[in-house]
């Protein structure tokens, strides 16, 4: 018998989403811009080929990266994905050795033991079925643990598992139906005919001893048809279909398109790679510090995807960046985050099915036509020629400490510098970006760029990292721009600066700005390590926390901000250190607040240990030389 | 009409029941933290663009629990959010929130008005 | 509102007004613009109670309005107002009343300073006694027109011919007090009931059966203000303020405005004509201004004078819609005509007409 | 020599009175406690809650109550104190009823009476039928309603700070201390009985000195959303559907504001109580600029007078919460120990 009716579902859920994914993948490259369309085709048809497929093993199939962070969880995606690979590439060469004929369609493969229920008594054919059990064993343990987690969170030591939507659902269970419809029915069809393996047989002949099997077995294989032909038809609109996204996505990736600062098939991609799998929720500070559990990448990812006005979620965030470090799927999650600010509110529309099948290109309403901010009171530019610009920065201009330090520095390192914002200067602008408004921030961005380009410095040195970022992103500058740590690197190595050790035990908080928003981690470090003990703490460079004071994020309270800046201190200070070093303004003011032990910037760490330069003045004149000449008569 | 070289002077009041506090009601509703200030003035004290111009966010808040909202509405787009004034506040007012606030209510207000 | 306290509060301001014998000084807006009204006095305490009020030729303007707009100088002032005293001195009356608000504030105004500065005292009676040999008496009693007016209210009253009721409905007029600032504003214990309740004219009022309206602005001032009106520049404030208060008058649909100050009925009188031709607005009833007159003018058409020999006509707003409310005939044609029927120059853009 | 013999005379049943005289009675002295009212417990009495914790008043009158069920205490009420007369070391206290009381020392506890609020004419308080005190504000919310004059439930409240405080032209130049506070405490009470009501704080300054002041003021702006706004308001008056129009400038703002009111609530201030004028007079005792009994000295004599045997307790001698006329009261009984305790008086 080579056909049975039962399989229709089956073949018209596969060929669907087979016929889906061609359609969509074609869509995105389309809408890709010509540029990003060159790269994906360099990419597919060139080395990085190799590397894609390799990570698509890796990450789609192994799941590494949450086997990393979470094993359990890891486990469950790598036994859910791998195994169900695994079943479907050696269910394919089972029929293609053991079927009537080779080369069969796909439900022969997947229907095997309907269509050969004799199959697997000895030999070669017992240890190929005993295998498959295995496979098959492997996937339900890993369904169990799903099982679990969708009962009880905790036992994949998930603090938070994200919510579901209604059609997430359905999929969800026709999921999870599959692979213990599939078990009964191979199990039944054993029990008729006395085959099967240690898994399917022995159940089969268990449940012979008291059930009618025969007349079971058939019901189960429509019911493992229909679940997956049900999840296969409603994958497309389900969080599962991270599923083939994420395979299109890493050849993106890998072929070194970014999200940009644009909306496109790229950060569209990237919300439909999001398998909500809850890895960011766990890493987000406003989730365990501040309690906020519904801002997280995976709700805003979600709520792009259902089309939901995203505008508080996207808003209220610290953009401190962790979660794009923790993200397994690799999702530039705050780039995308800043797109959706950009958009401010979105409107929420129903649409109909077919438009969730094939939704339109997200379109976001350009700049607000509202009361923009005007900066055209701005002053006046003539500022003095230097070879070294300082800017503090507004936050610095409120730890006034740290400017008297960098004047120190500056002095005693004898370089030729000038205080650019001395009298107050005016904003980077980098808040005004955060907080969507990029066209009003470049009104000051010029402003400060002129300032820049008529001092002629060669050097730009900041002390905060918020305008280090945007001097680095967003200016076009032809100067070095430096972050004062760097900067008193560059000093220490060129030896202008002749520093004493202080012994002090210091640990080093990396503020968002300048770690992960700047990837400038080890001169900070080389910095400390110069003058004082440095000691490691448990988040360190990528994995180190936000401070909590981040200007990014307009929504939270000042107690909330509070709650996390303590825990942030709590953790830093565990080893009890005599200083908490950091090297921003407002990671300091914040922190702070909120601890007992020292805060200092670099700076001023490095300030006190500048040894006093002996000049000539300073040697006293030992031996009194007569100043006039002597008369002899 | 008659010219009589001289002209009737519109009352200095504030009309406080006639005013519109409808800006306010949106910023407090969304950012409680709006009804606790103090009027301290340290906001307008540490402003990076009060530093150029007589932009004071004290007295713009006042201003708009007032309902005086149309001097407001200009002065209110000379903030560049540096954030300075949250950092001082003595109440913990969320002042940055506060403007983005008031920036989109008016936005609103222009929208739907017409 | 409560009456009781208002009692409770006009008992602590029982102003002391003398009986008889009077020295009179003249206003000069008052003896110019709404003549009618000081003949009124004259007459009535003369003729009607048979008082003694005596008035001397020699008597002049006590140069407030030159005061309060900063060109007579505080010193002069006082010698000028000594000089009064002096003629009242000479003409051998101690009890002083007053026809001017302004002037009655000046007088206060300087007893007070006399009082608490004793040789701002001496030197004015130095300055007089230099530049004319006089001396002078600080008077016994110091009253103003309209409180002796208060003092007679029941006198009128019982001789009154047109109570203060709308003859159509049968009810109380709605009429509005205006006190002149210098009245009491300054010095409450000179005024009756006080500066923040004063009772003068709401006790006339009350007394002739009229109903007061207590307003909101009822305390603002008429507009006046000497700088502001004598600068034509500066005349949009001194309007602003007429216009402040009729605005707040309007909802209690006054009938009549009565004031004591001379100047307050000039401009709360001509400031409405100049409001309706600048903005169009009028704050009576169907279209029309609100009459605004002198409470000697008043008492006179209680008493059933004839309108026109009280002078009402010389004022911008026409009375005729409060005369027929009143229901006290008057003939139009005789309006503008001398005693002897030569017809006189009719006065332009009257308005209520 | 240490002698429990000998009378003290206690002039007020207030706090400051009842507390002094249950200290003494306790450490076994003879009291008699003299109030005029028909019942103890002077203001305490008329109020609802006190702050800052918001405690029902009737707790602390209880307090007292119990502390004044004493056999050393001779209780006697409807007794109005004329004068007091110095004869040798001992007294007579003088009463309206005729009797003469002898006494070794006294303490003067007459405490304070509120500020007569008529007195400010341009709030029209006595005219204006929604015009009202903190004091009767206080009895409305025993009675757990607030009503206008005409039964209907108020929208719109305004508060008036520093009423007869602080102001010249009443001749109280002092700060009567509570008023802010209790102002605060009050339009969070509003708030609690009509929850929709919206309620204007007009300030000159805020004075929120005492524990827990500053915290119950932002609880009002926070929890309450109370407006404040500061400037004194200058004048009052009806519009056409009675309802209170007031005028003040918002200085903050540098310009005049007008306002419409439902209610009109006056914080009174405190003064020198008058029944203790004639007490004052006739004993010779010292009264400051405040017109309040000075003390022999503001340091270490906060409790004795001018003249010797002569003891001061409570807001006598100035503005005092509950919380410092109770200390103060304990206080004197030391004072009036160490003097009973004087051989040589």
């Known amino acids: 018998m080579q056909f049975d009716i039962f399989i229709i579902p089956f073949n018209i859920g596969l060929y669907f989403i087979i016929f889906y994914a061609v359609v969509r993948s074609i869509r995105w490259f389309r809408d890709l811009s010509r540029s990003d369309k060159l790269r994906l085709q360099r990419g597919f048809f060139g080395t990085p080929f190799g590397q894609s497929i390799k990570e698509i093993f890796l990450e789609s199939l192994i799941h590494r990266k949450i086997l990393k962070t979470n094993f359990r969880l890891g486990y469950m995606h790598l036994s859910l994905a791998f195994g169900w690979f695994l079943l479907i590439f050696f269910g394919t060469i089972e029929a293609d050795i053991f079927g009537s004929k080779h080369l069969n369609a796909p439900y022969k493969a997947i229907f095997f033991k309907f269509f050969n229920p004799e199959h697997g008594r000895m030999g070669f054919e017992a240890v190929y079925s005993f295998w498959m059990d295995l496979i098959l064993a492997f996937i339900l343990s ?85 679940s997956l032909g049900t999840f296969f038809v409603l994958l497309p609109l389900t969080r599962y279909m991270h599923i083939p996204t994420e395979i299109f996505l890493i050849f993106a990736k890998n072929s070194g398109i970014t999200t940009g600062d644009k909306l496109g098939a790229f950060s569209e991609m990237q919300t439909y790679s999001c398998s909500s799998c809850g890895i960011c929720i766990d890493a987000c500070q406003l989730n365990f510090s501040a309690g906020i559990n519904n801002i997280q990448s995976a709700y805003l990812m979600k709520g792009i995807r259902n089309n939901q006005d995203v505008s508080d979620i996207a808003f209220n965030c610290l953009m401190c960046g962790r979660c794009d470090q923790k ?69 610095t201009h409120l730890t006034p400490a740290i400017i008297s330090s960098m004047k120190k520095i500056l002095e005693a390192s004898g370089v030729n510098y000038n205080f650019m914002d001395e009298k107050g200067g ?60 760097q900067f008193i690197k560059n000093l220490i190595e060129e030896g202008s600066l002749k520093l004493s050790f202080l012994r002090k035990r210091v640990t080093y908080h990396t503020p ?99 040894v006093q330069p002996v000049l000539r003045k300073n040697i006293p004149d030992t031996f009194h030389r007569i100043k006039e000449p002597v008369n002899l008569i | 009409m008659g010219n009589f070289g001289f002209t009737l002077i519109k009352e200095r009041h504030i009309d406080f029941d006639a005013n519109d506090k409808s800006i306010a009601e949106y910023i407090s509703d969304r950012e409680p933290s709006f009804r606790i200030c103090i009027e301290c003035g340290c906001c307008s004290a540490t402003c990076t663009s009060g530093n150029f111009t007589p932009f004071s966010l004290r007295e713009l808040q006042i201003l708009l629990r007032r309902g005086e909202n149309n001097k407001v509405k200009d002065e209110i787009r000379k903030c560049m959010l540096c954030g300075k004034c949250t950092l001082v ?14 920036r989109e209510a008016f936005q609103k207000q222009e929208k739907y008005a017409v | 509102m409560k009456k009781e306290g208002k009692k409770k509060i006009w008992s602590e301001y029982q102003k002391e007004i003398a009986d008889d014998h009077f020295f009179y000084v003249r206003s000069c807006i008052r003896q110019s613009f709404f003549p009618g009204s000081e003949q009124f006095f004259l007459n009535f305490m003369r003729n009607v109670l048979g008082k003694d009020v005596y008035e001397n030729p020699s008597h002049t303007t006590c140069t407030g309005i030159g005061y309060h707009s900063d060109i007579v100088p505080f010193a002069t002032l006082m010698t000028v107002v000594a000089r009064h005293f002096a003629l009242m001195k000479e003409s051998g009356y101690k009890n002083i009343a007053i026809s001017c608000v302004t002037s009655f504030g000046i007088y206060t105004e300087i007893i007070e300073t006399w009082k608490h500065f004793p040789e701002e005292l001496e030197k004015t009676r130095e300055y007089l006694y230099k530049a004319t040999g006089r001396e002078f008496d600080i008077p016994e009693n110091m009253a103003h027109t309209s409180d002796i007016i208060y003092k007679f209210r029941n006198e009128i009253a019982a001789l009154a011919k047109n109570l203060l009721i709308n003859k159509k409905t049968g009810e109380p007029l709605n009429i509005v007090e205006h006190i002149g600032c210098h009245y009491s504003k300054m010095f409450p214990k000179h005024g009756v009931g006080g500066a923040e309740f004063p009772n003068v004219l709401g006790g006339m009022i009350e007394a002739w059966g009229g109903k007061v309206v207590d307003y909101p602005e009822r305390r603002h001032c008429c507009g006046f203000g000497f700088r502001q009106y004598l600068v034509q520049a500066n005349r949009g404030y001194s309007l602003s303020n007429t216009a402040k208060k009729f605005s707040s008058m309007k909802p209690f649909k006054a009938d009549l405005v009565l004031t004591n100050c001379p100047g307050c009925t000039m401009f709360m009188d001509k400031w409405q004509y100049t409001i309706k031709e600048m903005e169009g607005i009028v704050y009576g009833e169907e279209g029309e201004s609100i009459p605004v007159l002198t409470y000697e003018e008043l008492a006179g058409l209680v008493m059933g004078y004839n309108p026109w020999d009280l002078g009402v006509q010389y004022h911008m707003v026409q009375s005729e819609p409060l005369l027929r409310k009143l229901g006290i005939a008057y003939d139009p044609d005789n309006k503008f005509k001398t005693k002897d029927g030569r017809q006189m120059p009719v006065p332009e853009n009257l308005i209520n007409v | ?194 929850e929709n009501a919206r309620v204007f704080c007009f300030y000159m300054d805020i004075r929120m000195g005492g524990a827990l002041y ?73 009264t400051g600029e405040n017109r309040f009994f000075s003390p022999a000295d503001h340091h270490f004599g906060s409790n004795k007078g001018n003249v010797e045997g002569v003891f001061y307790a409570g807001t006598c001698t100035a503005p005092m919460n509950i919380t410092e006329t109770i200390s103060h009261a304990r206080a004197v009984v030391s004072d009036v120990i160490g003097y009973m305790n004087n051989g040589d008086r």
């Open chain 1, 142 to 226: 890993g369904l169990l643990l799903a099982l679990l987690k969708r009962l009880t969170p905790g036992v994949v030591g998930m603090k938070k598992t994200t919510k579901l939507k209604t059609l997430d659902k359905v999929a969800l269970t026709s999921l999870w139906l599959i692979f213990p419809s599939r078990l009964l029915a191979e199990s039944f069809t054993s029990g008729t005919y006395g085959t099967g393996s240690f898994l399917t047989g022995t159940l089969g002949s268990f449940f012979a001893s008291f059930l009618p099997v025969q007349e079971l077995a058939y019901p189960f294989w429509w019911l493992y048809s229909l």
């Open chain 1, 327 to 395: 993200c397994p799927v690799g999702i530039e999650l705050t780039p995308i985050r800043m797109i959706r600010r950009r958009a401010g509110e979105s409107t929420i529309s129903e649409k109909s099915i077919w438009k969730k099948y094939f939704p339109d290109r997200q379109i976001i309403p350009s700049a607000k036509p509202y009361i923009k901010p005007s900066y055209n009171w701005l002053p006046g530019t003539d500022p003095e020629k230097t070879d070294v610009l300082y800017f503090a920065g507004c936050m």
């Open chain 1, 426 to 485: 005016v904003c980077c602008g980098r808040p005004l970006m955060l907080a969507g408004q990029d066209k009003e921030a470049r009104e000051l961005i010029n402003y400060n760029s002129q300032l820049i380009w008529k001092s002629g410095a060669k050097t730009l040195v900041t002390s905060c990292p918020i305008c280090y970022k945007i001097f680095k992103e967003s200016y076009y500058l032809d100067v070095e721009v430096l972050h004062h740590t």
């Open chain 1, 512 to 610: 968002c700005d300048l770690g992960r928003g700047s990837g400038v981690y080890d001169e900070p470090k080389v910095v400390l390590n110069h003058v004082t003990r440095l000691q490691k703490s448990d988040f360190e460079d990528e994995n180190s926390l936000c401070c909590g004071g981040s200007l990014a994020n307009l929504k939270i309270s000042y107690r909330q901000k509070k709650m996390i800046a303590r825990d942030v201190a709590a953790e830093l200070t565990k080893n009890n250190p005599d200083i908490l070093a950091t090297s921003c303004p407002l990671c300091k003011k914040t922190l702070a607040a909120a601890t007992e032990t020292k805060v200092a910037d670099i700076a001023e760490i490095v300030a006190e240990a500048i």
């Open chain 2, 89 to 102: 506040c003595p109440r913990g007012v969320n002042t940055r929130n506060i403007v983005m606030l008031a």
């Open chain 4, 1 to 194: 020599m240490f002698s429990m013999d000998g009378q003290i005379v206690i002039v007020g049943g207030g706090a400051a009175g009842m507390e002094s005289a249950g200290q003494l009675a306790r450490s076994g002295y003879h009291v008699t406690l003299i109030e005029k009212e028909t019942i103890t417990g002077g203001h305490v009495r008329n109020w609802y809650h006190l702050f800052p914790d918001r405690r029902d008043s009737r707790e602390v009158i209880k307090y007292f109550d119990d502390l004044i069920n004493h056999k050393n205490i001779t209780l006697l009420t409807g007794l109005k104190v004329e004068g007091i007369d110095k004869h040798g070391m001992s007294f007579i206290v003088n009463t309206n009823s005729g009797t003469e009381i002898k006494a070794d020392a006294v303490i003067l506890s007459t405490g304070f009476d509120l500020f007569k609020s008529e007195r400010k004419e341009e709030y029209g308080y006595g005219i204006y039928d929604n015009v009202i005190t903190s004091a009767d504000l206080e009895v409305m919310f025993r009675k757990g309603e607030i009503k206008l004059h005409n039964g209907v439930i108020p929208g719109k409240i305004g508060i008036i700070h520093c009423v007869g405080s602080r102001d010249e032209k009443v001749g109280n130049l002092y700060c009567s201390k509570l008023c802010c506070v209790t102002a605060v405490k009050q339009a969070m009470e509003i708030k609690e009985i009509l």
């Open chain 4, 214 to 286: 500053e915290e119950l003021y932002r609880e009002s702006q926070e929890k309450y959303g109370i407006n404040y706004i500061r400037g004194k308001v200058s004048e009052v008056s009806v519009n056409i559907d009675n309802k209170l129009v007031i005028k003040a400038e918002d200085t903050l703002v540098g310009r005049p504001l007008k306002m419409e009111l439902d209610m009109l609530v006056l914080m009174a201030g405190m003064e020198m109580s008058e029944s203790s004028k004639s007490i004052s007079e006739s004993a010779g005792l010292a």
